[in-house]
T-cell receptor, first 114, second 113 residues
Framework: DTGVSQNPRHKITKRGQNVTFRCDPI?????LYWYRQTLGQGPEFLTY????????KSRLLSDRFSAERPKGSFSTLEIQRTEQGDSAMYLC????????????FGSGTRLTVV | AQTVTQSQPEMSVQEAETVTLSCTYD???????LFWYKQPPSRQMILVIR????KQQNATENRFSVNFQKAAKSFSLKISDSQLGDAAMYFC??????????WGAGTKLIIKP
């Protein structure tokens, strides 16, 4: 198992364009989380899945953001009509059941909106 | 709502010495988990140590140990025999009943050779 994989590592997009990120969690982990981290700050929770069900979604997540986890495997995070304020590192993490054993993070996708 | 506060934006320590990073949190829950994560520059978040709130014994992982004071809602990280590879951002995080991690703003640790 190679850990949590995120693609792409970097994405530069023009304001108004749509972008999609992918996360492949550790195969036996049934929980998958998305966080957003801006420079110099701690991550902020966006959403999480247990298997294919999206159980929680932050108020930070506007209608332009959508996440899916088909079949409880990989997950995608889509941002529509990107804005400069969306520029951040998007982190994916997975865990087995609850996070009490800790979360395994991917390397993140750095989004720059120009 | 739960909050996590790291009051030290930056700390520096001489190689081989000991440093303590502070973290306080606020919660009304009695059962929760606390974590310290390390984030080296341009690299992924790595779990350093975790603590279950119902355990009185402080967690230790090799050179890393915590001082967990539940009543004071304090969760500090002690790094002994600091090494150059310990240089990173360190984040304190809280997980409560909603399974979301609440993070502090981080402490940048500088190791002086």
């Amino acid at each position: 198992d190679t850990g949590v994989s995120q693609n792409p590592r970097h994405k530069i997009t023009k304001r108004g364009q749509n972008v999609t990120f992918r996360c492949d969690p550790i195969s036996e982990h049934n929980r998958l989380y998305w966080y957003r981290q801006t420079l110099g700050q701690g991550p902020e929770f966006l959403t999480y899945f247990q298997n294919e069900a999206q159980l929680e979604k932050s108020r930070l997540l506007s209608d332009r953001f959508s996440a899916e986890r088909p079949k409880g495997s990989f997950s995608t995070l889509e941002i529509q009509r990107t804005e400069q304020g969306d520029s951040a590192m998007y982190l994916c993490a997975s865990s087995l059941h609850s996070g009490s054993y800790g979360y395994t993070f991917g390397s993140g996708t750095r989004l720059t909106v120009v | 709502a739960q909050t996590v506060t790291q009051s030290q934006p930056e700390m520096s320590v001489q190689e081989a010495e000991t440093v303590t990073l502070s973290c306080t949190y606020d919660t009304s829950e009695s059962d929760y988990y606390l974590f310290w994560y390390k984030q080296p520059p341009s690299r992924q978040m790595i779990l350093v140590i975790r603590q279950e709130a119902y355990k009185q014994q402080n967690a230790t992982e090799n050179r890393f140990s915590v001082n967990f004071q539940k009543a004071a809602k304090s969760f500090s990280l002690k790094i002994s025999d600091s090494q150059l590879g310990d240089a990173a951002m360190y984040f304190c995080a809280y997980e409560g009943s909603n399974y979301q991690l609440i993070w502090g703003a981080g402490t940048k640790l500088i190791i002086k050779p």
